[in-house]
């Protein structure tokens, strides 16, 4: 097929009322940007209907429909060709579209935004399926079941022919919904949660829960990978890793052992929330699925939820396990996720962990130390970096960009 744009449909933004221009405008950005590197000859823009790339001779075509189907607010991609309005111009277009595809049955499928356009739609499909019919032999109009649809769009100024649709990330424009701080472990189920939230709007910091020696420095590696593959969905990333080692031993010296892990998601949200509140970030997020561990139970959850005012995003909470592991796969982020790399949640992991955890019990294990002045010098010392091609590249402390 000969493309001259691609045709970016909005979907859930075609809802939107007085803001739709606001997530158009925004959408048109974060392909603009995405495009910068990679095509920095393509300009996207967008109208109320849609937004529009325009393909370059040359282009790889391949590489750039990957490209933009990775970018949150766009339902549907596109590849057109634009011609004039006139039947001639259109007939002489559809034999452009077609070229070099395969089929025996067919059919023509017309649009006409333009209600002003002198020929009905009828007799557009009619005049452009006799076009075809003349020039593929043994060709069939099959309106039921065809091989391949051409579709017309008839717009006041030009027109549009197609013959093939890509599905595209759908949601919202990232940005559009503000932001969050997404607790990353690098296990599987937090870079899904990442990606569904981005396809809601959300731009995510990530912050990660080290406790050296126990955990290995390669565990940063496994990271920043896992980071490089969701970075064309958002665009800047960056990663805050969290000192966590003196907070875990504490919490393994004074309280008893099936208590442990909620007392340390308990912790984790109350320096999540203290550097959240610190970035002006409105909220929290995490990859925790409903009954799938000991600290996923609706108790566990209350649990851990009572340390923290901030809303706690949980995109998977309701996912089969399946479900997760298939869109890992899709990302391509389970052969990242699952390398023999311990994070600090697994390394002393308990025996018999408490699935009912009552609040007066983590209350009366959290009274033994001073947990506070632990807390303030984790956040302290939290380390930032922003990921650039699979690199983790140290921020200066008082600067995130």
């Not at 396809?199 to 910091?205: F, Q």
Request: hydrophobic share 40%.
């Amino acid at each position: 097929m000969n493309v001259s744009h691609f045709l970016l449909h909005y979907g859930e933004l075609s809802t939107k009322g007085l803001n739709k221009k606001a997530f158009i405008q925004r959408l048109v950005q974060n392909v603009n940007r995405a495009l910068a590197g990679p095509f920095p000859g393509l300009k996207a823009r967008g109208d109320n209907a849609h937004a529009y790339v325009p393909v370059e001779e040359g282009t790889d075509f391949s590489s750039l429909l990957l490209l933009l189907r990775k970018i949150p607010g766009i339902q549907r991609i596109t590849p057109v060709l634009r011609v004039g309005r006139s039947l001639e111009e259109l007939q002489e277009g559809a034999l452009r579209a077609i070229e070099g595809e395969e089929f025996s049955t067919f059919k023509v499928e017309v649009r006409r935004p333009d209600h002003s356009y002198p020929l009905s739609g009828y007799e557009v499909a009619r005049a452009l399926g006799g076009t075809i019919l003349r020039a593929r032999k043994g060709a069939k109009v099959d309106v039921h079941r065809p091989e391949r649809t051409l579709l017309v769009e008839i717009r006041e100024k030009e027109c549009f022919l197609s013959c093939r649709t890509y599905k595209g990330a759908g949601g919202y424009p990232v940005g559009s919904g503000g932001r969050a701080l997404m607790l990353l472990s690098g296990g599987i189920d937090s870079p899904v949660a990442s990606y569904l939230l981005m396809r809601r709007g959300l731009v995510l910091d990530f912050l990660h829960f080290a406790a050296p020696p126990y955990t290995s420095e390669a565990v940063l590696e496994k990271l920043a990978d896992i980071l490089d593959v969701l970075a064309p969905y958002q665009g800047k990333v960056h990663l805050h890793v969290v000192p966590f080692t003196k907070v875990q031993l504490s919490i393994y010296a004074h309280a008893a052992e099936p208590y442990c892990i909620t007392l340390l998601r308990r912790m984790m949200m109350r320096i999540a929330s203290e550097f959240a509140e610190r970035r002006g970030l409105p909220a929290l997020a995490t990859g925790e699925s409903l009954g799938q561990v000991a600290s996923q139970t609706v108790e566990s959850l209350r649990a851990i939820n009572e340390v923290t005012t901030l809303p706690v995003l949980r995109p998977c909470l309701a996912m089969d396990k399946t479900d997760i592991l298939e869109l890992a796969k899709e990302l391509g982020t389970y052969e990242i996720s699952i390398r023999p790399y311990e994070d600090c949640c697994t390394i002393f992991k308990p025996k018999k962990p408490k699935t009912r955890p009552k609040r007066d019990e983590c209350r009366f294990f959290e009274g033994k130390w001073d947990y506070a002045k632990e807390i303030e010098e984790a956040v302290e010392g939290i380390a930032s970096y922003k990921v650039e091609e699979g690199r983790l590249v140290p921020l200066r402390k008082e600067k995130t960009e």
